[in-house]
């Protein structure tokens, strides 16, 4: 079921809602992969579920096994494109409650490296030629 008022249901229907965060790069088996806005963290996705589950805990052993199997192939991507030290996975909704993850690399003895990130820094915007230019690369690396 969709919630008109969520930016992940609504994706098709009023894209401005998402495009005020994040950038589309392809579906995925589990549901649709953007690159994050703030780029502070060159290179943070968000893998959205394709339904408005709540958490983990709505959705059965199967869509849970490919919502991570996903997310672990966008990780894989991650370290082949931007080499991160480390990968911080974070799913919180608090205020978006549509299953989603946040998949943010993490680079050596740069922006919060050794610590938890936050929700969004608001310190550097990508623009969207080079968000662009991301979204294909790593579509293309997906087969997408
Ligand atoms: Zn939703």
């Known amino acids: 079921m969709k919630d008109t008022n969520c930016a992940y249901c609504m994706r098709e ?40 589950a ?5 959705i059965s052993a199967e869509e849970r096994k490919v919502f ?17 030290k480390k990968i911080n996975f974070g799913m919180y909704g608090d205020t978006g409650h549509h299953l989603h ?7 050596e003895g740069e922006f919060e490296y050794g610590g938890t990130f936050a929700m969004d820094p608001g310190k550097f915007y990508q623009t969207e030629e080079k968000l662009e230019e991301m979204a294909a690369e790593i579509r293309k690396e997906l087969g997408k």
């Open 68 to 84: 991570f199997d996903d997310a672990a192939e966008i990780a894989r991507i991650m370290h082949k494109l931007y080499a991160p």
């Open 13 to 52: 229907e009023n894209p401005a809602l998402y495009q005020k965060f994040g950038y589309p790069v392809c579906e995925m088996a589990s549901g649709f992969l953007y690159l994050f806005r703030e780029q502070s963290h060159p290179g943070r996705m968000i893998l959205a579920y394709k339904d408005h």
């Open 101 to 107: 993850i946040h998949i943010v690399p993490k680079y």
């Open 54 to 58: 709540d958490d983990i805990a709505e």
